[in-house]
Each structure stands twice: as structure tokens, then as C-alpha cells.
């Protein structure tokens, strides 16, 4: 992109600072961004998410059903891809705002994510995957399908992962940045952004999952995994249409981002010996680091001085070059201290979806709600919230607290961490009964027999994780955007979605080590295969007791955070 051309003063007040057209043109405030591009952005947004969450809802139906794996087996393979997944979009942002840039990223990443859809959807359809099955139901045993499908799902499966990886983080900040948080109706417009962005992507899965999933579970996989694929196509062509209004970052011949802050560390690390009377020197030279949050991580103020003593350009950080790495550091505690909200967060399409499949899920005669579907109520609850939550909670709080978003974003991240460790609590009573119920029914070794329980027992647990989703969710998302440098926006939003992925891994990695405890000298796990054996009510105590842990280790994290400069908190 060539540099901006001058224009006139005139037009000079409706441009917008940093932000460029198509044609790399000071953009105009009255021709692009705001809402008319978001809407383009959120449409695309809907239909990746629809994509993702129709492979990821159902996939461990379909690795215990065609692929034949166990219970643990399944869950541990959909904690380890959809870790992947969240971790993938740091490499995805590394990519975008070093080198490619968001829009350009965004396009590249959905043609993978096409291809990898493709690849799945034919996975799905070959002979001895297709509608005769793998598994016999009359038998216990599944059968093995051939080894060479299973490495071309499998292969499918994290391509889709790696196009998501560069899609995700990079869509979103691309939509935030349609709005300038300088500006005072555009701020307040950029804070509603991150609450219907969420609300979107919530109801397009309420309305298309539980047609997909009954497609994958009562007619074809094909086709289950086929549509996915022509919604991403539809996707792109949306995205593209909206080139014309979007506003674009202008990087310029500036360092990479990651560049500025790695040399920071390593200047740092360099001056490990240098005295704190030394860099006292130096700041009063410069001028007094102009934040409280200066007297944070000071060891870093030590890339201010070159080792030598020499202030030869590209040896010595600049005071802007060192905030920056502050503000990433800054992050660490608030990202490590959510990862057990991450850990509760990957039951919903794992266990959740197992418990739900054994209980009565009969709607009228001759059809069963998909157990996948159940986590509708999740899309459900986040649909209904999200209004009251933007159009009725946050005008009152901020009457009181005079701040744009109501409540500071850490706020609302505790908040819904407290909803969340409420939920397992809740999955854990519940638990408790339908094993009660089994053993009462003399169902204890019939595995393949319903329990006569409602599957409705499980909505409670689902909505309060809905409720919990619109304030931690959409409290994370929003905080890693806005307390990041605007050149790490889409690494913030990376890292937002990493924790979820750590998470994921974190929870395979707990399976294992409890099967491996519970499991021993022929006695049934807590996860065994059958569930009325099982006891997911053990493991859902765990998850409530390691979310009371964490909620106590964020809230002191988040009593001392000191929000940046500019922040909308």
C-alpha cells in the first residue's frame, strides 16, 4: 500500500487518524466503517462460527460412532483439536500484523478453511464411512475403520483448524477497528460491538445447529459436513463485497510489533546488572515515565540504557517501545488466572453432550433431540442476555459509574467466572441424580438403554454457562483488544482465544491423569465408556473446586490491575 495522499483541509476533519480506504486514502468518517462495515464483518463472522461449531458440536458423536473410540479416547482427540484451534490464531496474528495485514490474512485463512471442509466432507463419504456405519448397535464393540480415512479425517480436521487459526483473531479485531475509540459516539459504539458480535455468532448457532446436528446424527455426515463447507464459500464472497468500506491500518516502514517488544525483553535481559541509580538517571534524561503503570515489571525500564553505554540508534528501547512490552506483560497474570474458566468451558462438547445422549431426549413420537443440540440452550441464553445485558444493564451502570461500558471489564470477566463455577456445581447435582436414577431402574450395566430421566435436567447447567459466557467471553475478548498496542490487536484477540485452548489441553491432560488413577486393576474410571459407571459427578466437584481457586487468584489479580492510557474501562 502506497503512503496517503494529501487532501484538503476541509476534508481533513472527516477523516479518521490512522485509518486508510481500499486504496490506501485517508478514510472518510461519513463513507467508511462503523456499523455499515461491521455488519458485513459480523455476517461473515456468523457463518465461520456456524462452520466450526458444526464440526466441533457433534465431533465426538461421530469419532464414538464411524471412528470407533472410546469415551476418554474421543474426548481427549476433541480437547486436543479444538486446543489446537485456539492456539493456532497466535500464529495466524503473528502473520497478520507483520506481514500480510488483517484483510489479506482473513482471505487466505478462508480459502484453507474451505479446503479442509472439502477434504472432511469427503472423509465422510467414502463407502465404508457412509450410511451402512461402523458400529453395529447391537454389539458393544465398534468396528475399526480403515486406517487411511482415519489420516485423511483426521488431516481434514486440522486443516480447518489452521484456517480458523487465521481467520478467527483477525476478523474480529478487523471489525473493532471500524470503530475509533477517540471519538466519543464511536467508542461507545466499539464497547456495544464486542456484545452483538458475540450475540451473532450466539444466534446463528441457535438457529442452524440443532438442523445440522439432526442432519449428522439421523441422515448423513456427508451432508452434515458438506454444508459447512458451502457456508465458508458464501462467507468469502460477503467479505469481499464489503472491501469498499472497510477502514485499513497503514503500517508503514515501522519495525514489526513483534520486533519492538522482542527487543525490549532482550535489551533487558542484557542489562540484567545494570543498577536501579542507573536507570533512575536515565528516566529523569528522558523524562519521567509518563504512567503509574510504569512502576510496574521495572526490570524492563532496563532496555532504556545500551549496555556499553552507547545511544547508537537501534541499540537503546525507546520509553514507547518499553510500554508496549509492559502492556503485553501486563496480560500474563489475567490470562493464567482463566484458564480453569477455560477448563469448564471444553465439558460443554464433551461430557455434556455424552450425558446428555443417555437420558430421554423424545420431543414427539419418532424423533430425539440430537444430544449436541443441547448446547442450543447455551446459544439461547447468550441471545436473550446480551440485550438486556447492553440495552438495559449497561445504560444504569453507567449512569453510576460514568464509565462507557457500565463496569470495568475485569469486573465483568469475575462475574461470569462466579456463574461458571455455580454451573458445574449445578452439573454436578444433576449428575448425581441420573446415576441414582440408573441404579434404581436396574440400568446400571445397560448402557444402551435411555434412563428415564428428561434430558431438560441438563438446561439449567447449560443457560447459567450461557449467562457466564456473555459477561467472561465477551469480557475477555473485549479487555485483550483494548490493553494491547493497536498494532497488537489481532495478537491480543490470539491470545484471548489461546487460553481456550490451553484449556483444552489442560482438560485432555486431566482426563488422562484421572483415568489413569481411577482406572486401575480392572475397575471403571471415572470416565468409563459406560456413563451409568461413570462418575462425571467426581469430576464436575473437581472443576467447581478449581474454579473457586481461580476466581480467588484473578480477584487479586485484577484489585491491583492498572488499565492503560485510553483504556474504555
Request: aromatic fraction near 12%; charge should be neutral.
Given at each position: 500500500?502506497?503512503?496517503?495522499?494529501?487532501?484538503?483541509?476541509?476534508?481533513?476533519?472527516?477523516?479518521?487518524?490512522?485509518?486508510?480506504?481500499?486504496?490506501g486514502?485517508?478514510?472518510?468518517?461519513?463513507?467508511?466503517?462503523?456499523?455499515?462495515?461491521?455488519?458485513?464483518?459480523?455476517?461473515?463472522?456468523?457463518?465461520e462460527?456456524?462452520?466450526?461449531?458444526?464440526?466441533?458440536?457433534?465431533l465426538?458423536m461421530?469419532?464414538?460412532?464411524?471412528?470407533?473410540?472410546?469415551?476418554?479416547?474421543?474426548?481427549?482427540n476433541?480437547?486436543?483439536?479444538?486446543?489446537?484451534?485456539?492456539?493456532?490464531?497466535?500464529?495466524?496474528a503473528?502473520?497478520?500484523d507483520?506481514?500480510?495485514?488483517?484483510?489479506?490474512?482473513?482471505?487466505?485463512?478462508?480459502?484453507?478453511?474451505?479446503?479442509g471442509?472439502?477434504?472432511?466432507?469427503?472423509?465422510?463419504i467414502?463407502?465404508?464411512?457412509?450410511?451402512?456405519?461402523?458400529?453395529?448397535?447391537?454389539?458393544?464393540?465398534?468396528?475399526?475403520p480403515?486406517?487411511?480415512?482415519?489420516?485423511?479425517?483426521?488431516?481434514?480436521?486440522?486443516?480447518?483448524?489452521?484456517?480458523?487459526?487465521?481467520?478467527?483473531?483477525?476478523?474480529?479485531?478487523?471489525?473493532?477497528?471500524?470503530?475509533?475509540?477517540?471519538?466519543?459516539?464511536?467508542?461507545?459504539?466499539?464497547?456495544?460491538?464486542?456484545?452483538?458480535?458475540?450475540?451473532?455468532?450466539?444466534?446463528?448457532?441457535?438457529?442452524?445447529?440443532?438442523?445440522?446436528?439432526?442432519?449428522?446424527?439421523?441422515?448423513?455426515?456427508?451432508l452434515?459436513?458438506?454444508?459447512?463447507?458451502?457456508?465458508?464459500?458464501?462467507?468469502?464472497?460477503?467479505?469481499?463485497?464489503?472491501?469498499?468500506?472497510?477502514?485499513y491500518?497503514?503500517?508503514g516502514?515501522?519495525?514489526?510489533?513483534?520486533?519492538?517488544?522482542?527487543?525490549?525483553?532482550?535489551?533487558?535481559?542484557?542489562?540484567?546488572?545494570?543498577?536501579?541509580?542507573a536507570?533512575?538517571?536515565?528516566?529523569?534524561?528522558?523524562?519521567?515515565?509518563?504512567?503509574?503503570?510504569?512502576?510496574?515489571?521495572?526490570?524492563?525500564?532496563?532496555?532504556?540504557?545500551?549496555?556499553?553505554?552507547?545511544?547508537?540508534?537501534g541499540?537503546?528501547?525507546?520509553?514507547?517501545?518499553?510500554?508496549?512490552?509492559?502492556?503485553?506483560?501486563?496480560?500474563?497474570?489475567?490470562?493464567?488466572?482463566?484458564?480453569?474458566?477455560?477448563?469448564?468451558?471444553?465439558?460443554?462438547?464433551?461430557?455434556?453432550?455424552k450425558?446428555?445422549?443417555?437420558?430421554?431426549?423424545?420431543?414427539v413420537?419418532g424423533?430425539?433431540?440430537?444430544?449436541?443440540?443441547?448446547?442450543?440452550?447455551?446459544?439461547?441464553?447468550?441471545?436473550?442476555?446480551?440485550?438486556?445485558?447492553?440495552?438495559?444493564?449497561?445504560?444504569?451502570?453507567r449512569?453510576?459509574?460514568?464509565?462507557?461500558?457500565?463496569?470495568?471489564?475485569?469486573?465483568?470477566?469475575?462475574?461470569?467466572?462466579?456463574?461458571?463455577?455455580?454451573?458445574?456445581?449445578?452439573?454436578?447435582?444433576?449428575?448425581?441424580?441420573?446415576?441414582?436414577?440408573a441404579?434404581?431402574?436396574?440400568?446400571?450395566?445397560?448402557?444402551g438403554?435411555?434412563?428415564?430421566?428428561?434430558?431438560?435436567?441438563?438446561a439449567?447447567?447449560y443457560?447459567?454457562?450461557?449467562?457466564?459466557?456473555?459477561?467472561?467471553?465477551?469480557?475477555?475478548?473485549?479487555?485483550?483488544?483494548?490493553?494491547?498496542?493497536?498494532e497488537?490487536?489481532?495478537?491480543?484477540?490470539?491470545?484471548?482465544?489461546?487460553?481456550?485452548?490451553?484449556?483444552?489441553?489442560?482438560?485432555?491432560?486431566?482426563?488422562?491423569?484421572?483415568v489413569?488413577?481411577?482406572?486401575?486393576?480392572?475397575?471403571?474410571?471415572?470416565?468409563?465408556?459406560n456413563?451409568?459407571?461413570?462418575?462425571?459427578?467426581?469430576?464436575?466437584?473437581?472443576?467447581?473446586?478449581?474454579?473457586?481457586?481461580?476466581?480467588?487468584?484473578?480477584?487479586y489479580?485484577?484489585?491491583?490491575?492498572?488499565y492503560?492510557?485510553?483504556?474504555?474501562?
Amino acid at each position: 500500500m502506497s503512503a496517503p495522499p494529501t487532501i484538503s483541509s476541509p476534508l481533513l476533519l472527516d477523516t479518521v487518524d490512522g485509518a486508510f480506504d481500499h486504496k490506501g486514502r485517508p478514510a472518510l468518517r461519513s463513507k467508511s466503517g462503523t456499523w455499515r462495515s461491521a455488519s458485513f464483518i459480523i455476517g461473515v463472522e456468523m457463518a465461520e462460527r456456524f462452520a466450526y461449531y458444526g464440526i466441533g458440536s457433534n465431533l465426538i458423536m461421530y469419532l464414538t460412532g464411524p471412528l470407533g473410540q472410546s469415551t476418554a479416547t474421543a474426548a481427549q482427540n476433541v480437547n486436543a483439536w479444538s486446543g489446537t484451534a485456539s492456539l493456532l490464531p497466535l500464529l495466524g496474528a503473528f502473520v497478520a500484523d507483520s506481514f500480510l495485514g488483517r484483510y489479506r490474512t482473513i482471505v487466505v485463512a478462508s480459502l484453507i478453511y474451505i479446503l479442509g471442509l472439502g477434504l472432511l466432507t469427503m472423509s465422510s463419504i467414502i463407502p465404508s464411512l457412509s450410511s451402512f456405519g461402523c458400529e453395529d448397535a447391537s454389539k458393544s464393540l465398534p468396528c475399526s475403520p480403515p486406517q487411511p480415512q482415519v489420516i485423511l479425517f483426521f488431516f481434514s480436521l486440522y486443516l480447518v483448524a489452521l484456517g480458523q487459526g487465521g481467520h478467527k483473531p483477525c476478523v474480529q479485531a478487523f471489525g473493532a477497528d471500524q470503530f475509533e475509540g477517540r471519538n466519543p459516539k464511536e467508542c461507545k459504539a466499539k464497547s456495544s460491538f464486542f456484545n452483538w458480535w458475540y450475540f451473532g455468532l450466539c444466534a446463528c448457532s441457535l438457529v442452524t445447529l440443532p438442523i445440522l446436528n439432526s442432519i449428522q446424527d439421523n441422515f448423513s455426515w456427508g451432508l452434515g459436513f458438506g454444508i459447512p463447507c458451502a457456508t465458508m464459500v458464501v462467507a468469502l464472497v460477503i467479505f469481499v463485497l464489503g472491501t469498499r468500506t472497510y477502514r485499513y491500518s497503514f503500517q508503514g516502514n515501522e519495525k514489526s510489533p513483534f520486533v519492538r517488544v522482542g527487543r525490549v525483553f532482550v535489551a533487558a535481559i542484557r542489562n540484567w546488572r545494570t543498577t536501579s541509580s542507573a536507570i533512575a538517571i536515565e528516566e529523569e534524561t528522558r523524562g519521567t515515565l509518563p504512567h503509574q503503570s510504569s512502576e510496574e515489571f521495572r526490570f524492563l525500564n532496563k532496555a532504556l540504557l545500551a549496555p556499553d553505554g552507547s545511544k547508537e540508534d537501534g541499540k537503546v528501547c525507546s520509553i514507547g517501545e518499553v510500554e508496549e512490552a509492559k502492556a503485553v506483560l501486563r496480560l500474563v497474570p489475567v490470562w493464567l488466572t482463566s484458564l480453569a474458566y477455560a477448563i469448564v468451558f471444553a465439558q460443554s462438547s464433551t461430557f455434556f453432550t455424552k450425558q446428555g445422549a443417555t437420558m430421554n431426549r423424545r420431543v414427539v413420537p419418532g424423533f430425539d433431540v440430537p444430544a449436541a443440540s443441547l448446547q442450543s440452550f447455551i446459544s439461547l441464553a447468550i441471545v436473550l442476555f446480551i440485550p438486556i445485558y447492553d440495552c438495559i444493564f449497561v445504560p444504569m451502570a453507567r449512569a453510576f459509574t460514568g464509565k462507557p461500558s457500565g463496569i470495568t471489564m475485569l469486573q465483568r470477566i469475575g462475574t461470569g467466572m462466579v456463574l461458571s463455577a455455580i454451573s458445574m456445581a449445578i452439573a454436578a447435582v444433576v449428575e448425581m441424580v441420573r446415576l441414582k436414577t440408573a441404579q434404581e431402574y436396574g440400568l446400571v450395566d445397560l448402557p444402551g438403554v435411555t434412563v428415564p430421566m428428561s434430558v431438560w435436567w441438563l438446561a439449567p447447567q447449560y443457560v447459567l454457562f450461557g449467562i457466564a459466557d456473555v459477561f467472561t467471553m465477551v469480557g475477555l475478548q473485549e479487555f485483550f483488544y483494548d490493553q494491547v498496542p493497536s498494532e497488537f490487536r489481532s495478537v491480543g484477540l490470539a491470545l484471548y482465544l489461546s487460553i481456550f485452548g490451553v484449556g483444552s489441553f489442560l482438560s485432555s491432560f486431566l482426563v488422562s491423569v484421572i483415568v489413569s488413577a481411577t482406572g486401575g486393576d480392572g475397575q471403571d474410571s471415572w470416565f468409563a465408556n459406560n456413563l451409568n459407571r461413570a462418575h462425571l459427578d467426581y469430576f464436575y466437584c473437581l472443576l467447581c473446586g478449581l474454579s473457586v481457586i481461580e476466581l480467588a487468584a484473578f480477584l487479586y489479580i485484577a484489585k491491583s490491575y492498572i488499565y492503560n492510557r485510553g483504556s474504555t474501562a
